[in-house]
T-cell receptor, first 111, second 115 residues
Framework: GENVEQHPSTLSVQEGDSAVIKCTYSDSASNYFPWYKQELGKRPQLIID?????GEKKDQRIAVTLNKTAKHFSLHITETQPEDSAVYFC??????????FGTGTSLTVIP | SAVISQKPSRDICQRGTSLTIQCQVD?????MFWYRQQPGQSLTLIAT?????????ESGFVIDKFPISRPNLTFSTLTVSNMSPEDSSIYLC????????????FGAGTRLSVL
């Protein structure tokens, strides 16, 4: 089955700086890569996703890049704000149904 | 999008007992999923609940321990059977808005503690 690795496990940045979280996957058939944000005690919420026919996608301060050859994808958050503090999960799916999640990155934005 | 109601939100149970968690969606969805999330950990897929057929379980999870029902396109239940303290976790249901590439939306989760 699919194996998704995520780094780093924790990340602290100063407000206004950028944050980058990286994930690698093992199954070359995976073609859909969502990112979820989970605040403490809350449910995971989709923040951005990318499909394998696209190399990059951007939504305001959030962007995701995908390198299919290397089997890795990354989340980029620019101009970080304290409300960006949360746990971020990447995921990969080949069927659009079964999602395999990374181990999570706890992001802290220091005011 | 989809609005998901999950209950109970939390429960404290005695070992050896069973708990059934309910998941209700405000629209008909093809795929419903059940995940387990240990505190501070990632989400692990337990099974995919298919309407009109048996659930599909991931490695390490079996029907006798986690029976699932999916009587229609808006509702599913997960039962945690014969519980032990190791079953203490957060259980989340999720739905995919369409087959083959649908975005997943999550319920608020059920925080289960087994004494």
């Amino acid at each position: 089955g699919e194996n998704v690795e995520q780094h780093p496990s924790t990340l602290s940045v100063q407000e206004g700086d950028s944050a980058v979280i990286k994930c690698t996957y093992s199954d070359s058939a995976s073609n859909y890569f969502p990112w979820y944000k989970q605040e403490l005690g809350k449910r995971p919420q989709l923040i951005i996703d990318i499909r394998s026919n696209v190399g990059e996608k951007k939504d305001q301060r959030i962007a995701v890049t995908l390198n299919k050859t290397a089997k890795h994808f990354s989340l980029h958050i620019t101009e970080t704000q304290p409300e960006d503090s949360a746990v971020y999960f990447c995921a990969a799916s080949s069927t659009g149904n079964q999602f395999y999640f990374g181990t999570g990155t706890s992001l802290t934005v220091i005011p | 999008s989809a609005v998901i109601s999950q209950k109970p939100s939390r429960d404290i149970c005695q070992r050896g007992t069973s708990l059934t968690i309910q998941c209700q969606v405000d629209s008909q969805v093809t795929m419903m999923f059940w995940y387990r999330q240990q505190p501070g950990q990632s989400l692990t897929l337990i099974a995919t609940a298919n309407q009109g057929s048996e659930a599909t379980y991931e490695s390490g999870f079996v029907i006798d321990k986690f029976p699932i029902s999916r009587p229609n396109l808006t509702f599913s239940t997960l039962t945690v059977s014969n519980m032990s303290p190791e079953d203490s976790s957060i259980y989340l249901c999720s739905v995919a808005t369409r087959p083959m590439g649908g975005i997943q939306y999550f319920g608020a989760g059920t925080r289960l503690s087994v004494l």
